[in-house]
């Protein structure tokens, strides 16, 4: 039998209340030390939702330190080439609400960014934000509005950082997936080539 939990009096009572400490940690604007986990930062995820409700997690990744720092209570982060499908940003446009979490390989703890998002197309910093050439061509503006470390429960349990528990081999090469499960009448040997060293020249192209 399924019982679902319709409430969040049903949720309270299952989960018991958060600490004093838990509900008291999150902020409205950077501290120092944010800036440091900013600035040694190669990766985020950007979790956005449409107007409907229907959501989009998108993962960002640069050379530590790609999330520019505005002010305070403004972080930007750069577009880069990838599929065009813009799911996060069209949801954007319809919905400012975003919410980031930035990781630092080998740290468990994260850095969780709560805020008002808006897309920007030129700016006085974009300059700053280019890479191997690449200036972008637009940029997310995140206003704050809560900004908090999480735990390390989440990649302890999961051991993600621990390379012994890695099995990069369970599942078939990226080309192989594409073939199987995007696009069956695919040359292997061309998704091969394409997924492989060459790959990386396209990074910002």
């Known amino acids: 039998m399924t019982v679902e939990i319709t409430s969040h ?5 299952l989960l018991g209340e958060p600490t004093p400490r838990a509900l008291g940690k999150e902020r409205p604007a950077l501290h120092a030390r944010d800036r440091d986990w ?6 985020c995820l950007v979790a956005t939702a449409d107007a409907d409700g229907g959501c989009d997690v998108s993962p960002k990744g640069d050379p530590p330190g790609f999330a520019k720092v ?12 990838g599929n065009r499908r813009a799911d996060g940003y069209r949801n954007i446009l319809d ?7 930035f990781i ?7 850095l969780r960014i709560n805020g008002r998002a808006r897309l920007v197309r030129e700016a006085p910093w974009f300059d700053d934000m280019a890479v191997e050439g690449h ?5 997310v503006v995140v206003e704050i509005e809560q900004i908090f470390y999480h735990c390390a429960k989440a990649f302890l349990r999961s051991r993600l950082w ?3 528990s890695w ?39």
């Open 104 to 110: 630092i390989p080998g740290r468990t703890d994260t």
């Open 9 to 13: 009096e049903e949720l309270r009572e």
């Open 70 to 81: 505005l002010d305070d209570r403004t972080i930007a982060i750069p577009e880069r080439p």
């Open 38 to 43: 900013l600035a040694a930062s190669p990766f």
């Open 167 to 205: 099995q990069p081999d369970a599942l078939p090469s990226r080309a192989r997936l594409v073939k199987e499960v995007e696009y069956p009448a695919a040359d292997l040997d061309d998704l091969e080539r394409h997924y492989g060293p060459a790959y990386l020249a396209t990074m910002y192209r």
């Open 135 to 139: 200036r972008p061509v637009l940029a």
């Open 95 to 101: 919905n400012p609400h975003v919410g980031l979490i």
């Open 162 to 164: 621990q390379p012994e």
